[in-house]
T-cell receptor
Framework: NAGVTQTPKFQVLKTGQSMTLQCAQD?????MYWYRQDPGMGLRLIYY???????DKGEVPNGYNVSRLNKREFSLRLESAAPSQTSVYFC????????????FGDGTRLSIL | GENVEQHPSTLSVQEGDSAVIKCTYS??????FPWYKQELGKRPQLIID?????GEKKDQRIAVTLNKTAKHFSLHITETQPEDSAVYFC????????????FGTGTRLTVIP
């Protein structure tokens, strides 16, 4: 039972480079989320997808794009990486109805030089 | 949007003592409040949650209380053990229907053997 799987686990980029963070869940959840975690700031929502075919901005969407490829997969793209995007990125999934808990992946540690 | 404040930011207790972490929220419409535990370098993991139709929930050594009038909720850990050492995050739901969560900034709990 894999739950939420994120790839890669670590990545170093140069300023201006692009990359896509991958996330897949095998729990048949409708909703998926991308967060960033910075020291002393908790988890902040970047984008979310309430259901297949829909995506919406969260608290800190600038500099990011997302794609809900199908019910299982939700990717996060950095088009032109900046040092301010150095962070740990977590993907999560949940059922949508009834205030259900979110289940997190292991995270991607991203450094932008 | 929702604003969640969490205190204290760090907490040290002797093994066997109790630990209490408090959170306040701003949106009176929030009705779901989960707590997550995050060990160093690991994913956040749900330890307990409470919905607004109850005032208290207990699971072995962990309990959560909710005061909707005052808009605050607390995590109580009794008989603390060294393996309880971690960062704990509270969260509150929003009302977009997408099950979004707003997180506090975390409490680093250290249990001293």
């Amino acid at each position: 039972n894999a739950g939420v799987t994120q790839t890669p686990k670590f990545q170093v980029l140069k300023t201006g480079q692009s990359m896509t963070l991958q996330c897949a869940q095998d729990m048949n959840h409708n909703s998926m989320y991308w967060y960033r975690q910075d020291p002393g700031m908790g988890l902040r929502l970047i984008y979310y997808s309430a259901s297949e075919g829909t995506t919406d901005k969260g608290e800190v969407p600038n500099g990011y794009n997302v794609s809900r490829l199908n019910k299982r997969e939700f990717s996060l793209r950095l088009e032109s990486a900046a040092p301010s995007q150095t962070s740990v990125y977590f993907c999560a999934s949940s059922e949508t109805r009834g205030n259900q808990p979110q289940h997190f992946g292991d995270g991607t540690r991203l450094s932008i030089l | 949007g929702e604003n969640v404040e969490q205190h204290p930011s760090t907490l040290s207790v002797q093994e066997g003592d109790s630990a209490v972490i408090k959170c306040t929220y701003s949106d009176s419409a929030s009705n779901y409040f989960p707590w997550y535990k995050q060990e160093l370098g690991k994913r956040p993991q749900l330890i307990i949650d409470i919905r607004s139709n109850v005032g208290e929930k207990k699971d072995q050594r962990i309990a959560v209380t909710l005061n909707k009038t005052a808009k605050h909720f607390s995590l109580h850990i009794t008989e603390t053990q060294p393996e309880d050492s971690a960062v704990y995050f509270c969260a509150a739901s929003d009302q977009t229907g997408a099950n979004n969560l707003f997180f506090g900034t975390g409490t680093r709990l250290t249990v001293i053997p």
